[in-house]
């Protein structure tokens, strides 16, 4: 409840009792609650047959109801019915819940099914439970219209850094479901493991999905002395394929290459330098990289043949991203098959071998996509981008007319730290709170009007080097999977970051009652104040802030600057603290915002407070180059 008494002040308070995430474009509350009562029925139109038994599995457990079909020329009490509005789309419902009865109209099966999880969440959270639960049954009256923003809504997990077991995919793919993300996207191939099952290949798992032992932290040339692997055979894969989809999720499959494939290399030397290998047992980015021989590019081939055979999915995901090219640059073969190609750098023969993977891939009548740095030497024809590095690669994609997924470090990768706390478990290194998530938009102002619909959507990254427990995953990935999901969701200017925080703390509760593993909150991840473009000048200015919610003691306190979004970064030249209305500190330290983030934190070592006293922070701000600037000042605790 931490959060929703720290974020009420802006909200609408019936938008807070609903607490939906993500949150629906159009919600209207009609009246007060209604009953839910054990005689409850349901029924539906032929097409949506299939979510009857969902929605049974969902509620009966907690609630003891079983939902029988309703009676000939006897009302529903839940009503599926397809809808003729196709403006809905594919994902798109409305919800209606009276005295008289729910209904969720939809134009296909995946917005029905998104009307039930929204109808889901507005019962009280026990009902997430496996077990029955002494509760008042009840769901406001709502009149509910809903349709995504973007297409590609998902989360990416790396199972080849660490290999996690079918059973807590299953567990995973059930959490994208509840909030309405629609792919995972599963990494299952880098040079520290390889888990997919290549029946031409069995070398592949036979060697390359075993390490002998990972080192310990970030290198320190010290390892655990653990054996770690496993892999997924192509019955396993299918089975995960077949349970996403029953949950209207694509299930995108990643196979590195040309780089990322020493695991690969490790069981078939043949195809890098020829030289052994073994399974890397460090992180980061090998030299070691695939040739890219005539037979070495038909390997690849094969291998995303059987891929495709598992995996249905439009797109196929064969990464290129951090390829060296000193191999490549010191191989006397290499460099006359680049001359017999017309090839005049490495970043070209890079590219030729993305088009080899693209034309294939599209005879196959599927479409390639990869990390933005398939761009260097010139994207392939039918080749959708993943921008990672920033946006520029999603803005470069797009601007060429060719499809992009947003997925940059500063606001898509969940493998950095949520916190500065010092007790937070070791992560890969960086620094994304969860309001830095919410505030990305994908829908840059780069891009030109008329190439917007190029960008598909947005995804959350959980690369996996220092998660080695599914119960980490868990941890790294909610709540920032929740933002993830509004940001994909939800449209740009219904979105505000203290809404989802008055939502966020009931949302919580659900994710407890699953048993999720999540970061919890404190407040050190709410902001204390923000600032807005009214507020901003070119010019130094004198401003203030209302921090007396957040300093609620005597001690020492950092007050941070961060920006959340906008054209233009805001810079600090010197900031006070006021207590009672008597100075207790100054800071003069010039401070930037933005990109560059320097010197934004200012340090009040001494706060002493008597009761009932205002706390006013005070700053000489000015933002750079225009007055868009948006951002949060947050209040921690020494």
Known sequence: MLIAMMALGNVAPAEVGLALVPRPQEVRVTGAPVPLNPTATI??????????????????????????????????????????????????????????GITVLAYRPAGAFYGLQTLRQLLPPAIYARTRQSVEWTIPQVEIRDVPRFQWRGLMLDVARHYQPVKEIKRFIDLLAMHKLNTFHMHLTDDQGWRVEIKKYPRL????????????GRNTGKFDGIPHGGYYTQDELREIVAYAADRFITVVPEIDMPGHMVAAIAAYPELGDGKPAEVMKEWGVSPRVLNTRESTVQFCRDVLDEVMAIFPSRFIHIGGDECPKDQWRKDPEEQQRMRERG?????????????????????????????????????????????WRGTAGGVAAAKLGKDTVMSPTSHMYLDYYQSRNADEPLAIGGFL????VYSFDPMVAEIPEDKRHHVLGVQGNLWTEYMKTYAHVEYMAYPRGCAVAEVGWTNQNLRSFDDFLARLGVHLER?????????????????????????????????????????????????????????????????ELWVGGIRAGRVEQLGTTGGRNEGN??????????????????????????????????????
Do not use: C
């Open 511 to 575: 994710l407890t009652v699953l048993g999720v593993n999540f970061r919890p909150m404190s407040p050190e991840d709410v902001p204390a104040a923000a600032w807005s473009p009214e507020q901003m000048s070119e010019e130094w200015q004198e401003r203030e802030w209302d921090l007396t919610a957040a300093i609620k003691a005597s001690g020492a306190y950092r007050v941070r600057f961060e920006f959340s979004h906008g054209a233009h970064r805001m810079d600090i030249r010197w900031a």
């Open 343 to 387: 090839l005049k750098t490495e970043y070209e023969l890079q590219s030729w071998f993305i088009r080899q993977m693209d034309a294939h891939i599209q005879s196959r009548g599927r479409r390639l996509i990869g990390w933005d740095e398939i761009l260097e030497g010139g994207l392939a024809d039918g080749a959708a981008v993943m921008s």
């Open 601 to 638: 934190a200012y340090d009040f070592p001494s706060v002493n407070l008597s009761p009932g006293s205002k706390v006013t922070l005070r700053a000489s701000v000015r933002s750079d180059g225009g007055t868009d600037s948006h951002g949060q000042i947050l209040v921690e605790r020494r």
């Open 433 to 436: 709170p969860l309001r830095g």
């Open 205 to 216: 798992t036979e060697i390359g999905a075993w390490r002998s032992e990972t080192v310990i």
């Open 43 to 100: 029924a539906s139109d032929p097409e949506f047959k299939g979510l009857e038994r969902t929605w049974r599995e969902w509620v009966r457990p907690a609630t003891g109801f079983s939902f029988p079909p309703v009676s000939a020329g006897q009302p529903a009490t839940l009503t599926l019915r397809k809808s003729s509005d196709v403006t809905l789309g594919e994902e798109g419902y409305s919800l209606s819940v009276t005295p008289q």
